[in-house]
């Protein structure tokens, strides 16, 4: 079947780095906007990035300048550099192939996949 499936993570220090990937099985990422959301306890879940097909990316104003999204299209994958991570950044991540971020909107309900999350702490 196909789904979404995340790796990286975990814990760094603040100031510090994490790349998150995320690749697609059985069907192709390169057709579709990625979004990556992130969700720590007690918050709701909030849109960080979204990279469209044509690679154009959109950030929110928490992360902008310090997350970076890409994608490999031979690779069938979707990246999000993190740097600068801060103490305010800890949360589950997650990657779907959906986005709602800076006035753009994708969703295809033929393709509604969401990663299973990934654990990012930043703590000293």
């Known amino acids: 079947q196909a789904q979404l499936v995340q790796s990286g993570g975990g814990l760094v220090q603040p100031g510090g780095s994490l790349r998150l990937s995320c690749a697609a099985s059985?069907?192709?990422?390169?057709?579709?906007?990625i979004g990556w959301f992130r969700q720590a306890p007690g918050k709701e879940r909030e849109a960080v990035s979204c990279?469209?097909?044509?690679?154009?990316?959109y950030y929110a104003g928490s992360v902008k300048g310090r997350f970076s999204s890409s994608r490999d299209n031979a690779k069938n994958t979707v990246y999000l550099q993190m740097n600068e991570l801060k103490p305010e950044d800890p949360a589950v991540y997650y990657c779907?192939?959906?986005?709602?971020?800076?006035?753009?909107?994708?969703?295809?309900?033929?393709?509604?996949?969401w990663g299973q999350g990934t654990q990012v702490t930043v703590s000293s």
């Open positions: 779907a192939t959906q986005c709602n971020l800076g006035g753009h909107y994708y969703r295809d309900s033929r393709y509604d996949y």
């Open positions: 059985r069907f192709t990422l390169e057709d579709h906007t």
């Open positions: 990279i469209s097909s044509d690679r154009t990316t």
